[in-house]
């Protein structure tokens, strides 16, 4: 059996080329990035999905750079062969390509990660150029833009009506052109995200977009049944939350019940 390597960009060109599915998971800390990267995961993503999904606050705007980077550095600690992704918070690149730029840098330097991710077609082409020309590697997504929920009228399922498609293609050209080496497509109906994925040269890796994109992504908390709520188009693998509030129960009862610890936990001398 040959050993795994370290997932490299070019790695992710030539499973799109073989048709070769790519795995790409969320994780937001070391255990868990441990866990995902012996798993075999291909791509490890520290989603902006934390600040709604760890850090409570209810949607990905209010998110900082700064609160963002121990938690991508604690994945890229715990990563040996994932190729690991961070997102660039909202508000950290749309003003202009020095501001796209400066916030990878501070992120490549800081977090350690392997590629930035940030939202958004033909208005942010001029940022991705800028930093795949200062040798950063991108990742794009288009779709349902989490950052931009408000302007696009809550969580729409896109790629509907006349001329979406056509849209949707400019705004995946211009990213590939920049220099993107793969697009998330997320909750784009399938015959789109199908269109777009034979259109492209890089790989697309959907999110509510069917079984035809280049490779998938799901938020690891709806993967593994983590959290109370998940979407439609994820599927819950685990029941990782229900494991836990049943070891926490039984901890708490052996505490109450004075049988932890046993003689085998205690120390005598
Ligand atoms: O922030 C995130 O977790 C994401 C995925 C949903 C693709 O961008």
Do not use: C
């Not at 059996?1 to 030539?14: D, F, P, Q, T, Y």
């Not at 800081?110 to 590697?137: M, S």
């Amino acid at each position: 059996m040959s050993e795994r390597k370290k997932v490299r960009i070019h790695h992710l060109a030539e499973m799109k080329q073989r048709g070769e599915k790519i795995a790409m998971l969320t994780a937001y800390d070391m255990p868990t990035a441990r866990h995902f990267d012996a798993a075999g995961a291909d791509i490890l993503l520290v989603g902006d999905s934390l600040g709604d999904n760890i850090l409570g606050h209810g949607n990905t705007g209010a998110l900082t750079l700064d609160e963002m980077i121990p938690f991508v550095r604690a994945v890229t600690r715990g990563t040996e062969k994932a190729f690991v992704v961070a997102d660039l918070p909202f508000g950290t690149y749309e003003v202009s390509p020095e501001q796209a730029v400066e916030s990878s840098i501070r992120m490549m330097k800081l977090g350690q990660p392997n590629a930035i991710k940030f939202e958004g077609g033909r208005r942010v082409a001029r940022q991705v150029k800028a930093v795949t020309d200062a040798g950063i590697p991108f990742m794009g997504h288009l779709g349902f833009t989490p950052q931009s929920e408000n302007a696009l009228g809550g969580r729409r399922i896109q790629g509907r009506g006349d001329g979406a498609y056509e849209e949707m293609l400019a705004d995946a050209l211009a990213l590939q052109e920049a220099g993107a080496f793969a697009i998330v497509l997320e909750m784009v109906i399938e015959p789109i995200a199908t269109k777009l994925t034979k259109a492209l040269q890089v790989p697309t890796i959907g999110i509510g977009a069917g079984p035809h994109t280049d490779g998938q992504v799901l938020v690891w908390l709806d993967m593994a049944g983590m959290g109370d709520w998940s979407p439609s188009f994820s599927k819950k693998f685990g029941e990782v939350g229900a494991a836990m509030r049943d070891a926490a129960t039984d901890y708490v009862a052996e505490v109450k019940a004075n049988t932890f610890p046993a003689a085998e936990h205690t120390f005598t001398k």
